[in-house]
C-alpha cells in the first residue's frame, strides 16, 4: 500500500476508536450526574461490552503492523509521525502484558479497592496491608514486561508524566521542602486570619444563582459545555465544542462550589481550545496530569484568589449575601479565601500545604519501589511524615494512610502530577503578566482575553509537545520551580504579615 493509503487507515482506526470513546465518556458522565442508581447493573454490563470492542479494536495486531510500517517510513513526518508514536506507546504497554495475567492484575484491583474500602471504614490498616503489598508486587511485575531503559519508578513517573523522573521529581521535591517548611511554621505561629463568614449557612438556591452569574463572568459559554452536579466534581467531554464540567454545593462552604467551577472550567477550556483538527485524538485526550492540573489550578489559584478577580466579583457576592458578609470587607473576604493551615485530608488542603502532602506520598512511593520503606508498619510511616513537615499527626487511619484511593487501584507515580500542576502554573503566569494585563483584564471582566492567551500559547498543541517542550515554547524557559516558590513566599509572606 502506498503511505497516503497506510495513513488514511490509521485515521480511519483512530476515528473507530473515538466513536466508542465518545460512548463510553457519555455514559460515565452520566453515570456520575443524571442516571438513577437502579439501573446501573443492566448499565455497567453493556459498558463492560463496549469497552471490550474498544479494546478488541485498539490492540487489532493488523494496526500494530501498520503503525510499525508507517513508523518505518522516513516520509512521514510532523503530526502523524507524533500521533502514531503516542498511539503505538500507549498501546504496547497493554499489549507487553500476557493477556492472563493483565486480567489477573485487573481482579487483584478490584479485590484491593474492596480492601480499601472495607479498612477505611474501619479505620484499620492491617485490612489493606496484605493487599498493598500484592499491588506492589504485581506493578513490579506488569512493568517488567515491557521493554523500557528506565527503571521501575521512573517508567510509572513517566506514564502519568512524559519526560519526568525521579531525578527531576528530587530536584523539585527538595527545593519545596527546604522552601516551604520554614514557611508553613511561620504561618502556623502568625496571628490566624478570621474565615467564619464563608463557613456558615449560605442557602444553596442562592449559591447556584450567583454560580449562574460567574460562569458568565468566566465566559463559559453554553453554546459549548454546560455545568451539572455530581458527589465528586470532574470534567469530561466528546470533543472540544462538548464541555461538561460538574460541581457540588455544601451549604455551610460556599467557596467549595465556587473554586471548584473554577477549577473545572480550567480543565474545560484546556479541553475546549485544543486544535479542533485534533479532535477525537489522542492529542486532545492524551494530555499528561501534569499539564491539564497546570490550567486548573492557574485558573482557580492564580486567577480565582486574587484581588482582581474578586474586584469585579465580589460586590455581586456581598449583593446577594448581605447578612453572611456583613461588616466584611473585599480585602478581609480576600484573605480569608486564601488563609493557610496545615490539615489531615489532602483534598481539603489550601495553596500553601498542599505541596507537602504531595512530598510525603511522593517519598513513599518512591521509598516502596526502591525496597528503602515496607508496606509493613507503613501507616507509622505515614504519621511520622506527617508530624515531621506539617506538624500535624491524624488520630485515625481513616484520615491518615487510608485517605487516598490511588494506592489501592495500583496507580503509583501519579501523586507527584498534583504537585507539578500549580508549579508550571506559577511559570506560566510569569510569561503570560508580561505580555498582557491579567489584573486589568480580570477586573473588567475580560476573563475570555487570559483564556485566549492559554490557548495560543498552550491549549492548542494539545500533547503535540510535551510538558517540558511546552514551558520552553511559552515561557522561553525550562521549568523552573523557584517560580512557584517565589508566588507562595511572596503571598504568604505578605497576607501572614510576616515582615
Ligand atoms: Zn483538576
Given at each position: ?41 443492566f ?49 504496547n504497554?497493554v499489549l ?6 493483565y486480567?489477573?492484575?485487573d ?36 512493568y ?40 508553613i511554621?511561620?504561618?502556623t ?21 450567583y ?21 465528586h ?19 455551610e ?24 483538527e ?110 515531621k ?74 500533547c ?36
Amino acid at each position: 500500500m502506498s503511505r497516503e493509503e497506510n495513513l488514511k487507515k490509521f485515521y480511519e482506526w483512530v476515528k473507530r476508536m473515538s466513536a466508542y470513546q465518545m460512548a463510553l465518556a457519555l455514559i460515565g458522565i452520566d453515570k456520575q450526574t443524571l442516571a438513577p442508581v437502579d439501573g446501573s447493573a443492566f448499565r455497567d454490563e453493556r459498558t463492560a461490552i463496549l469497552s471490550g470492542e474498544l479494546f478488541s479494536i485498539e490492540t487489532d495486531p493488523e494496526m500494530a503492523k501498520l503503525r510499525k510500517e508507517l513508523l518505518a517510513d522516513e516520509g512521514v513526518t510532523g503530526d502523524d509521525r507524533k500521533m502514531i508514536e503516542l498511539y503505538d506507546h500507549e498501546i504496547n504497554k497493554v499489549l507487553s502484558v500476557p493477556k492472563d495475567e493483565y486480567v489477573a492484575f485487573d481482579l487483584l484491583r478490584n479485590e484491593s479497592y474492596g480492601a480499601w474500602l472495607k479498612a477505611k471504614n474501619a479505620s484499620d490498616y492491617s485490612i489493606f496491608e496484605p493487599y498493598l503489598k500484592k499491588v506492589i508486587e504485581a506493578q513490579k511485575k506488569m512493568y517488567s514486561y515491557r521493554d523500557s531503559s528506565l527503571d521501575l519508578y521512573d517508567q510509572m513517573l513517566d506514564d502519568f508524566e512524559p519526560g519526568m523522573t525521579r531525578e527531576k521529581y528530587d530536584v523539585f521535591f527538595n527545593r519545596v521542602k527546604e522552601r516551604l517548611v520554614p514557611l508553613i511554621k511561620k504561618v502556623t505561629e502568625a496571628e490566624q486570619i478570621d474565615t467564619s463568614f464563608i463557613e456558615c449557612e449560605y442557602p444553596v438556591e442562592l449559591q447556584k444563582k450567583y454560580m449562574d452569574y460567574m460562569l458568565e463572568y468566566l465566559h463559559f459559554d453554553k453554546s459549548w459545555g454546560y455545568q451539572n452536579e455530581t458527589e465528586h466534581p470532574f470534567t469530561s467531554g466528546l470533543c472540544g465544542n462538548d464541555i461538561r464540567i460538574t460541581t457540588k454545593y455544601l451549604p455551610e462552604r460556599p467557596m467549595s462550589a465556587l473554586l471548584s467551577t473554577i477549577h473545572e472550567s480550567g480543565h474545560g477550556y484546556y479541553m475546549h481550545q485544543v486544535a479542533e483538527e485534533y479532535d477525537g485524538t489522542i492529542f486532545n485526550w492524551g494530555i499528561s496530569s501534569g499539564m491539564h492540573e497546570s490550567q486548573s489550578r492557574l485558573c482557580e489559584n492564580y486567577l480565582g484568589r486574587s484581588a482582581a478577580f474578586w474586584e469585579a466579583n465580589y460586590p455581586k457576592l456581598k449583593e446577594m449575601f448581605p447578612e453572611q458578609l456583613k461588616g466584611v470587607d473585599q480585602e478581609h473576604f480576600l484573605a480569608a479565601l486564601n488563609a493557610s493551615e496545615p490539615s489531615l485530608i489532602r483534598t481539603e488542603a489550601d495553596e500553601l500545604t498542599y505541596p507537602l502532602h504531595i512530598v510525603i506520598r511522593y517519598e513513599i512511593e518512591r521509598g516502596l519501589f526502591e525496597g528503602t520503606i515496607s508496606t509493613e508498619g507503613l501507616d507509622q510511616t505515614w504519621d511520622a511524615m506527617y508530624e515531621k513537615y506539617l506538624g500535624i499527626k491524624s488520630p485515625t487511619a481513616r484520615d491518615g494512610i487510608l485517605q487516598d484511593v490511588h494506592w489501592a487501584d495500583g496507580s503509583f507515580g501519579y501523586f507527584p502530577t498534583y504537585a507539578l500542576g500549580s508549579a508550571f502554573a506559577a511559570q506560566f503566569v510569569h510569561a503570560m503578566r508580561q505580555q498582557i494585563d491579567v489584573d486589568d483584564l480580570l477586573r473588567n471582566s475580560h476573563y475570555d482575553v487570559i483564556m485566549n492567551w492559554l490557548k495560543e500559547h498552550i491549549h492548542k498543541y494539545g500533547c503535540r509537545y510535551n510538558a517540558d517542550e511546552i514551558m520552553r515554547m511559552a515561557t522561553g524557559e525550562p521549568f523552573d520551580p523557584d517560580y512557584y516558590l517565589d508566588y507562595l513566599e511572596d503571598k504568604y509572606t505578605k497576607l501572614y504579615h510576616l515582615g
